[in-house]
């Protein structure tokens, strides 16, 4: 019993003694930036005597650190309903008020500001006394723990005891390739997956996977977390029946989307039981759900709680003002990087100006800092199964190039997530398997329009006999971080053309998704032949199968179900491309399949087109505005990969590859069979007993 007391009371000495500290570095901040700052006074307007003065800093700080600590989270809480980003635009004004009433609240009314200098006072003291505090808890192994394991309270509440068995976290890094990573861990540029792969004593392998042709996140993710991604042809399409443009990044269509998988599936997801989905495109069927896109659209409630992650996060003062005080650096740096590129005269490069630098800081910030912070929550409430989706390198690249400078710096910020995340692993109730993977990758290479000085919608527009414009438009260009911008503003998730619902006599609908082109024509209810659209443009299909920035294209016919189209007159019926490629040779083994797979989805486009493909620099030709891609074949933008522990058997035999997201979700199922964790209540398909 003397023991425990002993310890207690220890305990107790140690947390008192950070506080004092803490409350002493904030004084002698606020004596400081009193003495700098001429609008911020703490004496009287008489004088003071420095005792007296160093008294009323005292009591400042001491009021300011209680109101934070007292007052804050129930500011957040109430402006819960502001736009995310709203929310980290008022920190820094919330935190000056905060301080005013500090001052205010001094008897011997002495002390005041004006509200800009109380705006850049708080902000300091906030981050001084964060970056105190923190130091000394890591210092304090024992402390350390306790802090993590209160965030965990908060986190789980007064639930189940947490089962002894592993958990399993999937951290998926959007965008990046295998072989980019495989070169980031060779040189050093990520750290703590050069640790796990370290062939001396490695604790985690790396695999490849092949994705299908539509090589982007909502195919992928959906595949993943919910077992089928059937139907979904690209990034966006035009669906005949419904009239309706369907986005992967929006909403309405992710919600939809996740509909139809649950239902072809039978089962709600990866998650289903003890899961959290974090920043994610889909659920996965999880219970806990914070900044998931398909469910950003609903009413807040007990059941929909997207937007529970920034609460969270944001009601700890320090974090708010940390990340606002990021997010600003990071506008800086990509403005500063943009204006260097364009001095330079970088090529390829695409226009980085209007709101991309706030999008890019969102994503490489704000996201970053809410999910990895959910992440760890999840983690110390133990709970079984967690997705996240971290989609930082995926906006970069896309503006900057895959291998440019500005991505490897993200590599780098990601490599420190990830290496935290281990850590509060370390403080976890139960243990955890580590699992990191890719959705695509990323190819490099100019976009369409820069090269030839037209658009795809230019060229359709030329095939079909139509006036073309004489200066061609830029083609809107979707990526994840501007979806999960546009929910944490709250603003539609449609753009111009996305909006776009055509009548039944309107002109061919071109949409891009990266290297992939879709035409649709809105008056035919059915896909169209390639004898229909020859009949009713002689011209288009021959302008389109020899441009030199197209490899191939797909097509219904009557008289062989499906072809792939080339130049000089090429037409391979889908069912002898394995003994001839034709076209599809450059794209590498797989193409075949996955071409005849997308043949087969109900709402595949009249005209399926793929831009061409070097293999001897790996470039394709984006027809949006990237020059960082991907959406389609060609080059490492379809060879994701998949990190896992040795403790995990190994996602495929010798010999064998990972196809499709769907094989990766029936790998990522079984891994959490192995370990006792959440059944997903289904029986193996035929498909599935035939692979096993």
Not at 419 to 446: C, N, T, W
């Amino acid at each position: 019993m003397r023991g425990v007391l002993g310890r207690r009371w220890r305990r107790v000495a140690s947390q008192v003694g950070r506080s004092v500290t803490v409350w002493a570095v904030s004084t002698l901040t606020m004596l400081v930036l009193a003495g700098i700052l001429p609008d911020f006074q703490l004496q009287s307007p008489d004088g003071d005597s420095a005792t007296r003065i160093a008294v009323t800093a005292a009591f400042g700080a001491g009021a300011f650190g209680v109101l934070s600590a007292l007052v804050w989270p129930l500011l957040v809480r109430l402006l819960l309903l502001v736009p995310a980003l709203v929310l980290g635009l008022l920190v820094f004004f919330l935190n000056g008020a905060l301080l005013l009433v500090a001052l205010r609240l001094n008897p011997a009314e002495r002390g005041g500001a004006a509200w800009e200098t109380a705006v850049v006072v708080a902000a300091v003291m906030s981050a001084v006394a964060s970056a105190t505090g923190a130091a000394l808890a890591v210092r304090d192994d024992d402390a350390y723990r306790r802090r993590l394991y209160r965030l965990a309270d908060r986190r789980r509440g007064a639930g189940p005891a947490c089962p002894s068995t592993p958990g399993t976290v999937f951290l998926q890094l959007d965008g990046v390739g295998h072989d980019l990573l495989r070169d980031a861990v060779a040189t050093g540029l990520m750290p703590t997956l050069a640790r796990w792969t370290d062939p001396e004593r490695p604790t985690h392998r790396l695999t490849p996977w092949r994705t299908d042709w539509s090589s982007q996140t909502g195919a992928s993710q959906l595949g993943i977390l919910h077992g089928s991604n059937h139907d979904v042809p690209a990034f966006r399409w035009y669906e005949k029946d419904s009239r309706e443009v369907m986005v992967c990044n929006r909403p309405t269509s992710a919600a939809e989307l996740q509909r139809r998988a649950v239902e072809a599936r039978g089962d709600g997801g990866l998650l289903t039981l003890d899961g959290a989905s974090r920043g994610n495109l889909f659920s996965g069927g999880a219970d806990e759900q914070a900044l998931v896109l398909s469910i950003a659209t609903r009413r807040r409630s007990r059941e929909n709680r997207s937007r529970a992650g920034y609460f969270a996060y944001f009601s700890d003062p320090a974090n708010a003002v940390r990340t606002a005080l990021s997010f600003f650096a990071e506008v800086g740096r990509e403005l500063g990087q943009s204006t260097r590129a364009r001095l330079r005269k970088a090529r390829p490069r695409v226009s980085r100006g209007g709101l991309y630098p706030f999008v890019r800081a969102f994503a490489t910030v704000v996201e970053r800092d809410v999910v990895v912070a959910a992440v760890m929550g999840d983690m110390l409430a133990g709970r079984t199964a967690v997705y996240a989706d971290l989609v930082a390198y995926d906006e970069v690249a896309h503006h900057s190039g895959p291998a440019s400078r500005d991505a490897e710096k993200v590599l780098e910020r990601l490599d420190r997530a990830l290496r935290l995340i281990e850590k509060v692993a370390e403080h976890a109730p139960r243990p955890y398997r580590l699992v990191v993977l890719s959705d695509h990758g990323q190819s490099p290479g100019e976009t369409f329009r820069t090269r030839y000085g037209l658009t795809l919608g230019d060229l359709v527009r030329a095939g079909c006999g139509l006036p073309v414009p004489r200066r061609a438009r830029r083609t809107h260009s979707g990526a994840e971080a501007r979806a999960a911008v546009r929910a944490a503003l709250r603003m539609p998730g449609d753009s111009r053309d996305e909006r776009h619902r055509p009548d039944r006599h309107s002109e061919p609908i071109v949409l891009a998704s990266g290297n992939l082109g879709l035409i649709s024509f809105p008056d035919v209810p059915h896909r169209m032949t390639k004898e229909e659209i020859d009949a009713r443009h002689p011209a288009l299909l021959t302008t389109l199968a020899n441009h030199p920035g197209i490899g191939f294209l797909l097509v219904r016919s009557e008289r062989h179900g499906g072809v792939v189209l080339g130049p000089f007159g090429t037409e391979i019926p889908l069912d002898r491309l394995d003994r001839d490629p034709g076209p599809l040779a450059p794209f590498g083994p797989g193409a075949a399949d996955a071409v005849r797979r997308t043949h087969t989805f109900p709402h595949t486009a009249d005209i399926m087109v793929n831009s061409m493909y070097d293999p001897a620099d790996g470039e394709v030709l984006a027809f949006e505005e990237q020059i960082g891609s991907h959406g389609g074949l060609g080059g490492a933008q379809g060879l994701p990969f998949l990190l896992s522990p040795l403790a995990l058997s190994t996602p495929a035999e010798d010999g064998t590859e990972l196809v499709g997201a769907e094989h990766v979700h029936r790998v990522l199922r079984r891994w959490l069979r192995e370990s006792d964790g959440p059944q997903v209540p289904v029986e193996p398909t035929a498909e599935e007993e035939r692979a096993a």
